[in-house]
């Protein structure tokens, strides 16, 4: 696995590339140190890093559950330490599955996609993070 990662501007705005996507991300740092709101942040990355990871296995074994789910969003929110380097203590996602979902498989899904597929959520809770979850069904 391989990114490029190319500034774009003189302050520190950058543009991320990989070679399974013709897709730009780009990357911005705080107004602190010359960010100008050109792209997400760095932990905010890893805050959709983790997001995404769950979210594609969970709708992945929602579909194979034979679940209808009719639409899905993740909201997560990242507590950081205040000593540097300001990394993540806590991490909570809330899913919202809207459909005619079955909560325990909605629930078995969600403990498989996170808890076990997730290598995100793996290499976060090997460095101390702690990750919850909750699952809100809207029908």
Same mark, same amino acid.
């Given at each position: 696995? *391989?990114?490029? @990662? +190319?500034?774009?501007?003189?302050? %520190?705005?950058? $543009?991320?590339?990989?070679?399974?996507?013709? /897709?730009?991300?780009?990357?911005?740092?705080?107004?602190?140190?010359?960010?100008?709101?050109?792209?997400?942040?760095?932990?905010?990355?890893?805050?959709?890093?983790?997001?995404?990871?769950?979210?594609?296995?969970?709708?992945?074994?929602?579909?194979?559950? *034979?679940?209808? @789910? +009719?639409?899905?969003?993740?909201? %997560?929110?990242? $507590?950081?330490?205040?000593?540097?380097?300001? /990394?993540?203590?806590?991490?909570?996602?809330?899913?919202?599955?809207?459909?005619?979902?079955?909560?325990?498989?909605?629930?078995?899904?969600?403990?498989?996609?996170?808890?076990?597929?997730?290598?995100?959520?793996?290499?976060?809770?090997?460095?101390?993070?702690?990750?919850?979850?909750?699952?809100?069904?809207?029908?």
């Amino acid at each position: 696995m *391989k990114v490029e @990662l +190319k500034r774009v501007n003189d302050a %520190v705005h950058f $543009e991320a590339s990989a070679p399974s996507s013709t /897709v730009k991300v780009h990357i911005d740092g705080s107004p602190e140190i010359g960010g100008q709101g050109l792209g997400v942040r760095p932990m905010e990355m890893v805050l959709m890093a983790l997001a995404s990871c769950s979210s594609l296995d969970l709708v992945s074994i929602l579909k194979k559950q *034979k679940q209808a @789910l +009719k639409d899905f969003s993740v909201s %997560v929110v990242g $507590e950081r330490r205040e000593q540097l380097p300001p /990394v993540f203590t806590k991490i909570h996602m809330h899913f919202t599955l809207t459909g005619d979902i079955d909560p325990d498989k909605a629930d078995r899904a969600a403990d498989l996609a996170v808890k076990k597929y997730c290598s995100v959520h793996d290499m976060l809770v090997a460095g101390g993070v702690e990750i919850t979850y909750a699952i809100e069904i809207v029908k």
